[in-house]
């Protein structure tokens, strides 16, 4: 039986959950973006070859994204506070124990631990959000969580940069160590206390969340190797990954109790929410991997940088306009902030004319803060707050995915010669502008404003997760 939804919550503040939730949601973005720095350093220490050293930035994303609608699920019936913790302390003992890995094959195995540890305590942490938040000031919460995740993303190249250069490579994944430390704290402090469930806890779906991995992990995989596999490979690998999929539907549809109840796909803002962030994600995650390569690693933060920076700080006021205007304006205003420059950036050489490239990526990224929050917010409410732990699943799961497409994509997508400055970007810039345009178009059609009866910590009991805006 899933926990109640009414939980204790006068032993902690709203403030004090989203502090706890933004230093837990740092963990993910800042691993990732951290360790990329080092992959160099791997590559000469472990003879690992640039696949084998770029293989750890993929399995890190795609295990990710695969164990988020698992990790709702676990906290929606373990307790999300308990998850949260688990997840947090998880990830900083993988970080070490990664530090100190003997081989590229036991690192690899770390890095998917760090993954799945990072889902469990962000998307646990996201969903006591949604019901620990009123809802007058969860728009501006999310904004917050937003704004930290960015900015732990800004800060990863410097912080793995500094620390590679004091420990070699190893130092890259001792950074995430002291934040799960001050995240396990705050979590520890923070979060609100939950009820025991009234009987046992239910049965996990092993069976759905192996097919669920194997039918990400499989479809990422096939959609990054595309472009060096003959035809007739491709549609077998193809024909291979629909199975998958449809086998995931089917074997969902008949459980009773699935890790990922796929009758929510269903539900506009679940699916209008998901639509957005994954084609916003896709098209400033592909730009932030090929500025480098177009211009070079220098030259590349200082057009990164105001990039990252506006996203983040344009994310606490889409948190806040949320809560003014409703879930739909501040995210359709977002989505066009990023489709117009990205279009204008298709005629653009970043290397030859850094000024307006730099100028230019600053509006998309305050685009993709302006929307975030308001989608992230549109998601969680879509269903009831018992099923919080599946919303923001399904949500982040969505965002992962956005960002293995464009990554995958990335190779079909650059001419010239990357990292001398000849290299254009002209395709990147058309995917990010179209994706933008796609992500307003989904925005658009957010519901305004929370489903009725989706409060905070009143929400319906026993409706089997059936609220929302289902059309």
Same mark, same amino acid.
């Given at each position: 039986m899933a926990l109640r939804t009414r939980h204790r919550t006068a032993d902690a503040s709203p403030d004090a959950v989203v502090v706890a939730a933004c230093l837990v949601t740092t963990l993910v973005p800042l691993g990732s973006t951290?360790?990329? %720095?080092?992959?160099?350093?791997? =590559?000469?220490?472990?003879?690992?070859? %640039?696949?084998?050293?770029?293989?750890?930035?993929?399995?890190?994303? %795609?295990?990710?994204?695969?164990?988020?609608?698992?990790? #709702?699920?676990?906290?929606?019936?373990?307790?999300?506070?308990?998850?949260v913790l688990l997840g947090t302390a998880g990830f900083g003992v993988a970080s070490l124990l990664a530090a100190a890995a003997p081989s590229v094959v036991v690192l690899g195995v770390l890095r998917c631990a760090q993954a799945a540890c990072g889902a469990l305590a962000l998307?646990?942490?996201?969903?006591? %959000?949604?019901?620990?938040?009123? =809802?007058?000031?969860?728009?501006?919460?999310?904004?917050?969580?937003?704004?930290?995740?960015t900015a732990a993303a800004a800060a990863g190249p410097l912080l793995g940069g500094g620390a590679v250069a004091l420990l070699g490579w190893r130092g890259a994944f001792v950074v995430g160590a002291p934040v799960a430390v001050l995240g396990f704290v705050a979590a520890s402090r923070g979060l609100p206390h939950e009820p025991r469930p009234d009987g046992p806890p239910p049965r996990f779906d092993a069976a759905g969340a192996v097919l669920l991995l194997l039918a990400l992990g499989g479809g990422a995989a096939l959609l990054g190797e595309l472009p060096r596999l003959p035809l007739a490979v491709a549609a077998v690998g193809g024909v291979a990954a629909a199975g998958l999929a449809t086998a995931f539907v089917r074997h969902e549809l008949a459980c009773p109790v699935p890790v990922l109840d796929v009758r929510v796909l269903r539900i506009r803002g679940v699916v209008t929410a998901g639509a957005a962030v994954a084609t916003g994600n896709a098209a400033l995650y592909t730009v932030v991997l090929a500025i480098p390569l177009l211009v070079g690693t220098t030259r590349a933060v200082?057009?990164?940088?105001? !990039?990252?920076?506006?996203?983040?700080?344009?994310?606490?006021? #889409?948190?806040?306009?949320? =809560?003014?205007?409703?879930?739909?304006r501040p995210a359709v205003l977002g989505g066009l902030l990023m489709a117009g420059p990205a279009a204008l950036l298709i005629g653009v050489q970043p290397a030859g004319d850094p000024v307006a490239a730099a100028a230019l990526l600053t509006l998309c990224g305050a685009g993709l803060g302006l929307s975030m929050a308001a989608v992230q917010t549109a998601a969680l409410e879509a269903l009831p707050p018992a099923r919080a732990g599946l919303a923001a699943g399904v949500w982040s799961t969505c965002r992962y995915?956005?960002?293995?497409? #464009?990554?995958?994509?990335?190779? !079909?997508?650059?001419?010239? =010669?990357?990292?001398?400055?000849?290299?254009?970007?002209?395709g990147v810039f058309v995917l990010a502008a179209v994706a933008g345009a796609l992500s307003t178009a989904a925005a658009a059609a957010l519901p305004a404003r929370p489903a009725a009866g989706s409060g905070s910590a009143e929400g319906r009991e026993g409706d089997g997760g059936r609220g929302g805006d289902a059309q």
């Open positions: 951290s360790v990329a %720095v080092a992959l160099p350093e791997i =590559d000469a220490a472990f003879d690992a070859g %640039v696949g084998g050293a770029v293989a750890l930035v993929t399995a890190y994303l %795609v295990v990710t994204a695969a164990c988020q609608p698992i990790a #709702g699920a676990l906290g929606d019936g373990w307790g999300r506070r308990r998850s998307v646990n942490a996201a969903a006591i %959000v949604r019901t620990a938040v009123p =809802d007058d000031r969860r728009g501006r919460a999310f904004g917050r969580v937003g704004a930290a995740a200082w057009l990164l940088l105001p !990039l990252l920076c506006a996203s983040s700080i344009a994310s606490l006021t #889409g948190g806040r306009l949320s =809560d003014r205007w409703g879930r739909r995915l956005g960002s293995i497409t #464009g990554a995958s994509l990335l190779g !079909l997508l650059l001419s010239g =010669d990357p990292g001398s400055g000849t290299g254009s970007g002209s």
